[in-house]
């Protein structure tokens, strides 16, 4: 059988420390490969030389039969290797076309001049076998994310590319959009692309993928057909030991005490009078897809976006006009889903994160603060946390990995001692060690009898936490699933507004 | 005339005759410094003032300590502390605030460091300095009065505008009293229909002058109190089809003040009817010695005043030689 | 060998070799700027010998304290990643407004008791009410702070101008009291006045932002106004706040330069913008906020002093003196440039 792309024996180190121990794998036409691995297992740095963004110390590539020693990027465009990243690579101020020939316009007649007329043709050619019913001078800004993720595509096959790497392609996708990229990806495959899929959503990867790799420490943990990996085999190859379940047991159940009460909250074009309730020790999930109205109804809770009419109650008080100030003194924690961008100040070091959200309980009079305090409370957060470093004081939060950070936001909103925690994507690009490290957390917060609003898009993350679980639609709560076990394509209906869904529900 | 021809050559010799006896005398003591600082060099009258005073004072022998402003009194204040550190042995200043460069006297009379203000008195206070000022208002009444002769002989009535500078500086003040009083004189000749505020800025007096011209279509009498203004006035009046030389028919009668390069220039060639001139040489020579009779301990007056002299299309061959904008032209277009 | 995953943790990135480390940490150094200016000194102290002379060196003490008030307010407006234009005009302003109220001629207070009270109320006042203006324009009409103190400074360096004109019959107020010069001449315990209240502010403001919750909140909406505000910062608040600093602090400066001058002046200040923004930015605080000291803006204006001074003693023209200012804080925002790639590379 062909292979188009053969890897093997690659290895790189970086400052002395060796990431990629002679790493094998193969790639033949019309198939995909799923690589997966924990954060650090060395699945970017194999990206990156094949990229040709590194070179490797040891190890051949080869493509086609004919070694491929990629000097910088522009050789691997040239080879017919395509990224599709996480972060979408496009300008959204200029329109489709202009998108895909941006880095080689076409000339006109040999002139300088843009021939507008071959790129409209070839736009619109390329767009037709993504199945992307758009015009070519539409502005990118205006597409959704997956639109744009299918214009990438389409750039990718522009340049006649051969092997298509995509980088969580689905993170940002609304399950529609997942499935419709599914379909495109069949549709490379049968044209003979050859695919690498990375990603942590394992159901993805098997829902894609011929045959799987999965890597641990730089190191290939295993591989075989997709038929011989079952997600439960990928998690123990990627841990380096068995996992029979990462949702630890509730020990305690949820009190009696309503700790929020949200009553006909409603926001044109956001909320339809949203109303639900969270009581002390217990777990409300909630459901939905991107731009559902779930991450905005939390924003207007915490007081960051407005809303129009509507009443929240924390612990009986009422909260009006709510804004994070007010929110947090009545006991409401946030994690936010942008971790980077407003979960932490990256710039800033562990301790100065710690104590951002409770500057009060650690400053004397005329609001001095207590260093030395600082640092004692943010030591004792980094060991109940299982923080990577003890050196609080000296260490920027953007130096640790995903996990350790999300760590740091639940530590400095734990400080506060919430009595309701809302947390959306708690676990989002964080990998699996790390999960269970949060789920922990949560588990023990409720303990304390706080309450939890937890969104998430992995449903089986909700399942396996909630005690309750709500599904909100275009900005309304559509069903509440009070008991448990959870029936996990009844929810998915729910949350998908019973229409992609209908048959998967039926 | 106050000061006529031969006056000033005697003035000169005088001067250089003392600067070769006090070259001797500094080489015999060691160098001295003159601090020179002026606000800014905004037009060619400054930045000529500073050139001659500059060869002056090295014809003299001396060191040059020099430093610009930029219309900032703090700056110029702490340029002076500066120049008192080094134990400069005389200051020269032209500062902008009359008022804020009080300090800057006291903390020379402080050092025991003479102090001249070129062109611009201070304020009246108890500090001691010695200020050397062109008799504005008689050069500027000289000047116009000239120019309402002409008017006169034109037998018709003149409608009149001035370029009045900005206000809060004496000179202006004294310029405008100046031509006030000449066109007085001659009430059948002429009658003042526009006063322009300039605040001594070209783009303000352009404004100002253009739309003079177009609300009193009929100005054919025109003072300016400075010829840095002279290619505004040139644009405007072209504009307003007054360009025209002196004789022809649509003449504007046309007086300068400071003696420019522009302003000689402007009266060879025959658009310009007279213009008020500050004698630029007199007044560095009168800086000068200020500054050494104060060193050696005599008396010298508060106040010494330029008497300059109206330069006019019927004196000019006499007296262009004393015209600083004459030599300057000169140098340029040498034949 | 033990493998540890590398990719985002700090501990795969390497160790720089040495000379080129201490080079690092020296640019890191909080004393960079002070160590720049020993270095400076001594460069020149061969063709300005006077430089080491005491009387020189009190000129650049009490020539720094007024740049240096503006400069520590503009510090608290730069952290928040904001910039302060209007300074100069604020000092304008309060200026004209201070010596309005003192002056012997017509003063609103003229030759009564509360003739210089009153007026430094009425200096203060002014810089805050500016102030004021600029912080409810950035937080409530979400403008650049860019904008809006470039139109402040155009309004009130017309207003200081216009202003004179009712109180004046020349372009500046003058025949201020004799008590109020005291403060630009006097001294306490040999230490100038200007200097004990410059260092007092100075002492006041480090501590502010280094060691209090204000501080905290500042330097957290600098980094990122996003995340502050979840984490519970008055985000709006803190940047009002700065701005109502900037605002005092400059007319302080005002009653420092008024007394000085004893007069009070509408442009007075008004070329002094180059050299505060400059001499924090040559601290060290960074344009694009979250990052800055007292201490390094401390340092920068006596960087920019040093410079000015022994320029003006070798008799450079004002417009050489202006090309290699320009060029020292050109390089100072390069440094910051090269500062922060090379933190973000370790």
Known sequence: ?506 | ?335 | MTITPVAETATGATQPPSVLRRLGRLMLSEYFVLVLCVAYVLAIAPFVPEILSWEVASNILSDMMPLLVVAIGQTFVLIIAGIDLSVTAIVSMSAVVGASVMTGTGGYLGDTAFAVPGAVLAMLFTGLVIGAINGFSVIRLNMPSFIVTLATRMFFAGAAVWYVTFHSTSSSIANLPESFAEFATGHLFGIPLTVIAAGLIAVVAHVVLSRTRFGRAVYAVGANPRAARVSGIPVERTILFCFLISGVCASVAATIYVSRMQTGSPIVGENILLDVIGAVVIGGTSLFGGKGKIVWTVFGVLFLLLLDTSMKLLGASLFAIYIIKGGVILLAALVDVARNRWLVGR
């Open chain 1, 1 to 506: 059988m062909s292979t188009l792309l053969e890897v093997s024996g690659l290895t790189k180190s970086f400052f002395g420390v060796t990431v990629l121990h002679g790493v094998d794998f193969v790639v033949r036409p019309g198939e995909a490969l799923g690589l997966v691995g924990e954060n650090g297992s060395g699945k970017s740095t194999s990206m990156n030389i094949l990229g040709g963004v590194h070179r490797p110390e040891a190890g051949t590539m080869r493509l086609d039969g004919q070694a491929y020693a990629p000097q910088n990027p522009k050789d691997a465009i040239s080879a017919g290797i395509a990224f599709i990243h996480q972060e979408l690579n496009l300008f959204p101020n200029l329109s489709v076309e202009e998108n895909l020939f941006v880095d080689a316009f076409p000339r006109w007649n040999g002139l300088p001049f843009i021939d507008r007329r071959a790129i409209r043709a070839q736009t619109e050619a390329v767009l037709h076998e993504v199945d992307l019913d758009i015009r070519p001078s539409t502005p990118v800004a205006r597409l959704s994310q997956g639109e744009r993720q299918l214009v990438e595509i389409a750039k990718a096959l522009s340049r006649k590319a051969r092997l298509i790497i995509f980088d969580e392609p689905t993170t940002s996708l609304t399950r529609p959009e997942v499935d419709r990229l599914f379909g495109i990806i069949a549709k490379l495959k049968a044209r003979g692309i050859g695919i690498i899929y990375i990603s942590h959503a394992l159901e993805d990867v098997l829902a894609v993928c011929d045959s799987i790799a999965v890597l641990r420490d730089g190191h290939l943990a295993g591989a075989g057909p997709a038929s011989e990996m079952p997600i439960g085999r990928m998690i123990s190859l990627m841990v380096g030991r068995s996992i029979d379940t990462i949702y630890p047991d509730r020990q305690t159940a949820p009190g009696k005490q309503v700790v929020l009460a949200v009553e006909a909250l409603s926001q044109p074009g956001v909320a339809e009078k949203i109303s639900l309730e969270v009581r002390a020790g217990e777990i409300v999930g909630l459901a939905g897809l991107m731009g559902s109205g779930r991450s905005e109804l939390a924003r207007m809770i915490f007081g960051l976006d407005r809303f129009a009419s509507g009443t929240i109650r924390v612990n009986g008080q009422p909260l009006d006009d709510p804004t994070p100030e007010k929110a947090i003194e009545a006991g409401i924690a946030f994690l936010t889903e942008d971790r980077r961008g407003e979960g932490l100040l990256m710039d800033f070091t562990i301790a100065e994160n710690t104590v951002i959200a409770s500057l009060d309980s650690v400053a004397g009079p005329l609001g001095i603060l207590d260093n030395k305090r600082i640092a004692s409370v943010s030591r004792e957060m980094g060991r109940s946390m299982h923080l990577s470093t003890d050196k609080v004081e000296e260490t920027r939060v953007k130096h640790l990995s995903g996990g350790n950070q999300q760590k740091v936001v639940i530590g400095k909103w734990l400080r506060r001692e919430p009595t309701l925690f809302i947390l959306d994507e708690p676990t989002r690009g964080i990998d699996v060690g790390a999960k269970q490290e949060v789920y922990r957390i949560i588990n023990a917060l409720t303990a304390r009898g706080s309450g939890v609003l937890l969104i998430s898009s992995e449903i089986e993350e909700l399942i396996g936490l909630s005690d309750r679980i709500l599904t909100i639609s275009r900005g309304e709560i559509v069903a509440e699933f009070n008991n448990r076990p959870f029936d996990r394509e009844a929810i998915m209906a729910a949350a998908t507004g019973q229409r992609a869904w209908e048959g998967a529900s039926a």
């Open chain 2, 1 to 335: 005339m106050a000061l006529n021809r031969r006056d000033f050559t005697l003035a000169s010799l005088a001067a250089i005759a003392a600067s070769s006896g006090l070259t001797l005398a500094v080489k015999a003591q060691g160098t001295k410094t003159i601090a020179v600082l002026f606000d800014g060099l905004y037009s060619e009258f400054w930045v000529a003032g500073i050139q001659i005073i500059r060869d002056e004072l090295k014809k003299r022998g001396y060191e040059i300590m020099e430093a610009i402003s930029d219309q900032d009194d703090n700056k110029q204040f702490e340029q002076v502390r500066a120049a008192i550190a080094r134990k400069v042995d005389g200051i020269i200043i032209v500062q902008t605030d009359s008022n804020a460069v009080i300090p800057a006297i006291k903390a020379a009379n402080a050092a025991n460091i003479p102090m001249v203000h070129f062109n611009r008195p201070p304020a009246q206070s108890d500090a001691f300095s010695v200020a050397i000022q062109a008799d504005n208002q008689k050069i500027a009444r000289e000047a116009v009065d000239y120019a309402c002769t002409v008017a006169q002989k034109s037998g018709k009535k003149h409608q009149a505008a001035i370029l009045i500078g900005d206000l809060g500086d004496p000179n202006a003040i004294q310029r405008r009293d100046g031509f006030q009083e000449a066109v007085d004189k001659y009430p059948d000749a002429i009658e003042v229909v526009a006063k322009i505020p300039t605040e001594w800025n070209a783009d303000t007096a352009f404004a100002g002058l253009t739309n003079a011209l177009q609300a009193n279509p009929d100005i054919s009498f025109l003072f300016t109190s400075s010829d840095f203004l002279l290619p505004q006035i040139q644009q405007a009046l072209k504009t307003a089809d007054k360009w025209h030389k002196v004789g022809e028919d649509g003449h504007v009668i046309l007086t300068g003040f400071d003696g420019f390069p522009d302003a000689y220039a402007l009266m060879k060639d025959g658009y310009m009817d007279a213009c008020g001139v500050q004698n630029l040489f007199f007044e560095t020579q009168l800086a000068i010695q200020a500054i050494l009779d104060l060193g050696e301990g005599k008396k010298v007056e508060k106040l010494l005043l330029d008497p300059g002299f109206a330069i006019t299309q019927a004196n000019m061959n006499e007296k262009a030689s004393e015209m600083w904008g004459y030599v300057l032209w000169k140098e340029k277009n040498p034949g």
